[in-house]
C-alpha cells in the first residue's frame, strides 16, 4: 500500500494522521513524502520514503539505475528544512499566508453565480463546482484562458467524477488571486456556448 503525504504539513484545521503510523502499517505501507510543498522546492525534486528494509533495498537499487542521485545543492536545502531554527516558523507563516488566500478565493467563487466551491482544509487547491453556469468545464478552461487569461484545470483531468468543477491554484499573490477572481466573474456573466448569444470577452 503506498501513501502519498505530500501535504501533510499543508492542513489548516485539524491535524494529519499519518498512514504509517497506525498499528500494523509500518510493515505493509510505503509512505511517499517530500520537499516540494511545505518548504516550496516545486522544481528541485527532492522526495524522501519509509518502508520495510526489504522493499528499501529494491528501491535503492531503482533510483540508482533511474535518477543516480540527488544534487549537492537539495541535499543541503533538505538539511536545513528538517534542522533549521527557523524551519517550523517559516512553514507556519506559510501556511498563515495560504489561509489568507484561500479565503479570499473561496469567498470570491461563492459569490459568482452558480459558482459553488467549498473550503479546503489543507493544500492550496480549489475544485469549485461550475455546473450552474451552463459551461462545460473543457470549454471554460479554455475561455478563461483565452479570453481572460486565467489558468485553471478542467476536473476531468482528475477522471469522470470531475465533471462540472474547475481547479484553481491559489498560491499566487491576494491581489493576482481577486485580479483572476474578477476576471471569472466578468466571463461567466456573459453567455455559455450553446446559448444565445457567445462568451464575453475579457481583456487580459
Known amino acids: 500500500m503506498v501513501s502519498d503525504e505530500i501535504y501533510s504539513r499543508l492542513i489548516y484545521e485539524g491535524r494529519h494522521v499519518s498512514l504509517y503510523s497506525l498499528d500494523g502499517m509500518a510493515e505493509r505501507c510505503l509512505l511517499m513524502d517530500g520537499l516540494s510543498k511545505a518548504w516550496a522546492m516545486c522544481g528541485w525534486r527532492l522526495g524522501f520514503g519509509?518502508?520495510?528494509?526489504?522493499?528499501?533495498?529494491?528501491?535503492?537499487?531503482?533510483?540508482?539505475?533511474?535518477?543516480?542521485?540527488?544534487?549537492?545543492?537539495?541535499?543541503?536545502?533538505?538539511?536545513?528544512?528538517?534542522?533549521?531554527?527557523?524551519?517550523?516558523?517559516?512553514?507556519?507563516?506559510m501556511m498563515a499566508e495560504f489561509s489568507e488566500r484561500r479565503d479570499v478565493?473561496?469567498?470570491?467563487?461563492?459569490?459568482?453565480?452558480?459558482?459553488?466551491?467549498?473550503?479546503?482544509?489543507?493544500?492550496?487547491?480549489?475544485?469549485?463546482?461550475?455546473?450552474?453556469t451552463g459551461w462545460d468545464e473543457r470549454a471554460l478552461q479554455h475561455a478563461l484562458l483565452n479570453q481572460a487569461g486565467?489558468?485553471?484545470?478542467?476536473?476531468?483531468?482528475?477522471?469522470?467524477?470531475?465533471?462540472?468543477?474547475?481547479?484553481?491554484?491559489?498560491?499566487?499573490?491576494?491581489?493576482?488571486?481577486?485580479?483572476?477572481?474578477?476576471?471569472?466573474?466578468?466571463?461567466?456573466?456573459?453567455?455559455p456556448p450553446g446559448r444565445s448569444g457567445s462568451a464575453a470577452a475579457v481583456p487580459t
Open 150 to 191: 486565467v489558468a485553471v484545470l478542467a476536473g476531468t483531468a482528475f477522471g469522470a467524477h470531475g465533471r462540472g468543477y474547475l481547479r484553481l491554484s491559489y498560491a499566487n499573490s491576494v491581489a493576482n488571486l481577486e485580479k483572476g477572481i474578477q476576471r471569472i466573474g466578468n466571463l461567466l456573466a456573459g453567455a
Open 50 to 93: 519509509a518502508m520495510p528494509v526489504q522493499l528499501a533495498e529494491r528501491m535503492d537499487t531503482l533510483m540508482i539505475n533511474t535518477s543516480s542521485c540527488a544534487a549537492a545543492f537539495t541535499q543541503w536545502a533538505a538539511v536545513e528544512a528538517f534542522e533549521g531554527a527557523a524551519s517550523d516558523a517559516a512553514v507556519s507563516a
Open 105 to 132: 478565493v473561496v469567498d470570491g467563487l461563492n459569490a459568482i453565480p452558480g459558482v459553488r466551491c467549498h473550503r479546503p482544509a489543507g493544500a492550496f487547491y480549489v475544485f469549485p463546482n461550475i455546473e450552474a
